[in-house]
């Protein structure tokens, strides 16, 4: 029976490399000279630090763009909100978003089931979820649905399967 996974993931390692590259650029234009600005990758966040409100929105502008550049959806990206740090500065925090959560899949279980395909049947299983259908062509209708509808979420189709 074909079927295909719907998953929620992201690849680090570009995340690593446009942090990086992020980096880079700071440190080498003009107009971030001087203000401590600064780009740091946690396990699973994003820090940006800089002396004021402006800058650090360039400074998220400038991750923005390294990340797109790289294909990591922004949509994996959870921004917290600026906060005052000592010595002038400001930070945020960028959580990274993974995996599909229980209140997301069964939103997405729905929605599946209300396209009122007939023979498509979805499960969640851990992070994933598992769509099977007897017909590979309602499979891609209801990728290509899902496509169209914005989950606030990154999702990647995966295992499609005959």
Not at 28 to 49: C, N, P
């Amino acid at each position: 029976m074909p079927s295909f996974d719907v998953v929620s993931e992201i690849d680090m390692q570009e995340v690593r490399n446009a942090v990086d590259q992020a980096a880079r650029e700071v440190n080498t234009r003009y107009d971030f000279k001087d203000t401590g600005s600064e780009v740091v990758l946690g396990d699973d966040q994003i820090s940006l630090t800089s002396n004021s409100e402006d800058r650090l929105t360039a400074l998220r502008q400038v991750l923005e763009e390294k990340l797109v550049k790289r294909k990591v959806s922004l949509k994996s990206l959870d921004y917290g909100d600026p906060e005052e740090g000592s010595g002038a500065s400001v930070r945020q925090q960028i959580a990274l978003r993974a995996g599909i959560t229980s209140e997301m899949a069964k939103e997405i279980n729905k929605f599946i089931k209300n396209l009122s395909i007939k023979g498509v049947q979805s499960q969640t299983q851990g992070e994933q979820i598992r769509v099977n259908s007897k017909k590979r062509d309602d499979l891609q209708a209801v990728i290509n649905k899902m496509k169209e509808n914005d989950f606030d979420l990154p999702m990647q189709f995966e295992n499609f399967r005959d």
